[in-house]
């Protein structure tokens, strides 16, 4: 096969898992609620996806990822759209040219990108917009998704490590 006709299977997969992921998360009841939340999956595959993807794939996935979490996960259209799609591009960016793609440094990133998006949300969507009592909601609802997040990108991201080195990359 060609290398594009390889190149359109693996993102016809990338497709095909954030579709799956995203059925996975809003579906009432098909997800255990943890804690009070249900992780949020597809931010999950828009993190790992950028580790091996070139910044434009990677910004396009981030932002397709961003508006299904907007219009499925959260009241707030717009907020992960932004940020996944820059995030996923910086991300793109310094995996390809900066730093090496290896799992700790996954661990580190997803650890600080997973707090990060979610600190922000909660800030503009709690605190700046003066929600009474918006720590219990953290505690209650917030922390436990950040952390259901993070643990859940890890086989996310062998997955998408597999589909990656499957179907080969485009050097």
């Not at 990677?58 to 907007?70: E, P, R, T």
């Not at 820059?86 to 730093?99: E, H, K, S, T």
């Not at 799992?103 to 949300?121: H, Q």
Request: net charge negative; charged share 10%.
């Amino acid at each position: 096969m060609n290398e594009k006709a390889i190149s359109f299977f693996r993102y016809l997969a990338y497709a095909l898992e954030i579709i799956l992921l995203y059925v996975l998360g809003t579906t009432p009841n098909l997800l255990p609620e943890l804690f009070g939340a249900k992780p949020t999956l597809l931010l999950c595959a828009a993190l790992t996806a950028a580790i091996f993807e070139r910044e434009i794939p990677a910004m396009i996935i981030g932002m397709v990822c961003g508006i299904l979490i907007d219009l499925g996960y959260s009241n707030s259209i717009g907020l992960f759209t932004i940020v996944l799609t820059i995030l996923c591009f910086a991300v793109g960016y310094a995996a390809n040219n900066l730093v090496v793609t290896t799992f700790p440094n996954f661990l580190l990133f997803a650890f600080l990108a997973v707090g990060g998006i979610f600190m922000l949300y909660f800030l503009v969507r709690f605190v700046w917009a003066g929600v009474d009592d918006c720590w219990t909601y953290f505690m209650n609802h917030l922390l436990s998704r950040m952390i259901q997040t993070f643990l859940l990108s890890i086989p996310i991201y062998f997955l998408n490590s597999f589909i990656y080195h499957t179907l080969g990359n485009d050097e």
